[in-house]
Structure formats: C-alpha cells, structure tokens
C-alpha cells in the first residue's frame, strides 16, 4: 500500500530533519574529530553526515512542504540569536557517542516553539514528529559494542570545548529510507516582536 501512495505525484513521503549548525570552523573541527573516530574504530557511517543540533526529524508529504517551510519561517522571526557553548563528550550506552552541548535552555525553548507546527509535521497517527528536548552534537551513532566500549574508553577522557552563534536553523530532507541528507532552506532568528509574526501568517 506504501508503494502505491509514493508513486502518486506530491504524495511522496520526505524525511525532515530540522537543525542548528555551528560555523564553518568549529564544524570542521568537529568534522575531523568525526573523521578520526570513523577511522580509528573502522565506523564509516560518521562521513555521511555533517555536524549539527537535531531539533526535530519528521516525515510528510511532499505536497505539504510549502506549508512546513512557512510555519517554521514565522517561527523563526521571533527567535532571539543565542549562544551555544560544547563541552566535553558524552555517550548513549552502548550505540552513539557524542559532543556535550552545555546550554540546553534556549534550544529547549526553540523546540517548545516548534511543536506549534506538530500537526503539520505528522503524516499520519504512527509517524509523528520525534522533538529533540536534551540536545547533543552526534559523533557517531549505531556503533557495534566494541566500537562503543573502546571508543567511550578514550573519548570519556578527552578534552574539547566550543561555543558559536545560534542565528538560523536549516531545514534538511531526503526520500524516505534514503541516504545522504540535502539542504532546502535557512531560516533566520530576527527578534521579531510576536505582531509582525502574525501578521506574517496572513500574508
């Protein structure tokens, strides 16, 4: 039944992934560390993804793309520019590794305000949109158990800290059960006063 409804033209099935980058050379930092792990404990999925803050991740249609792209373009008016301090690494026994985000407050707060859009994020009642509330910089994920256990050995003991701008989220999607995510729009924080928000909605 899922083949059939793909294949009508505005009903295939997208997955989101809505995120917060850090600049160009904090993420390479991060990048290399990535790389470094992926070579070290032979986990090659951690090149396929650049580094970010998962804010949220959701399947929809393609037709009710248009829609999503406003609602999150006028949630994002009213976002004040904040500051994202990292520091240290953590894990999720026994499958993902990952860098510490500190100031987990205002990105909570930025989640809050986007689960104003959850009933256009859901495709249907057994795919709803999964809200990232503790936030994390994902290393890499779906390790095998002795990549987590030596990985964790050394990495629980390393040293790494960084702090950037949040200014603007990015909305990212692929086909769903696809690889290799790609970047279809970056929405800005603007401080706008909650008037000209809804006044946007209008428009």
Not at 64 to 81: D, F, S, V
Not at 123 to 146: A, D, G, M, Q, V
Not at 169 to 176: I, Y
Request: net charge positive; aromatic share 10%; hydrophobic share 35%.
């Amino acid at each position: 039944m899922q083949k059939l409804i793909t294949s009508i033209p505005g009903y295939r099935v997208y997955e989101y992934l809505l995120v917060i980058s850090p600049h160009e050379e904090l993420r390479n930092q991060i990048q290399t560390i990535k790389k470094e792990f992926a070579d070290r404990y032979k986990a090659p999925l951690t090149h396929y993804t650049k580094p970010h803050i998962t804010l949220v991740n959701f399947l929809s249609y393609e037709m009710t793309q248009e829609r999503i792209l406003n609602r999150i373009g006028t949630i994002a008016m009213g976002i004040t520019p904040f500051k994202i301090e990292l520091n240290g690494f953590g894990s999720l026994p026994s499958h993902t590794i990952y860098v510490n985000v500190t100031t987990k407050l205002p990105i909570k707060e930025v989640v809050r305000e986007l689960k104003a859009a959850q009933q256009l994020m859901t495709l249907n009642k057994e795919h709803k949109p999964h809200f990232i509330e503790e936030s994390h910089l994902t290393i890499c994920r779906k390790l095998k158990p002795w990549q987590y256990e030596k990985g964790w050995l050394e990495y629980s003991h390393r040293h790494f800290s960084g702090r950037f701008i949040a200014d603007s989220m990015t909305l990212l999607k692929r086909p769903a059960g696809e690889k290799g995510y790609q970047s279809i729009m970056r929405f800005e924080f603007q401080n706008l006063p909650v008037s000209t928000k809804q006044a946007s909605l209008f428009m």
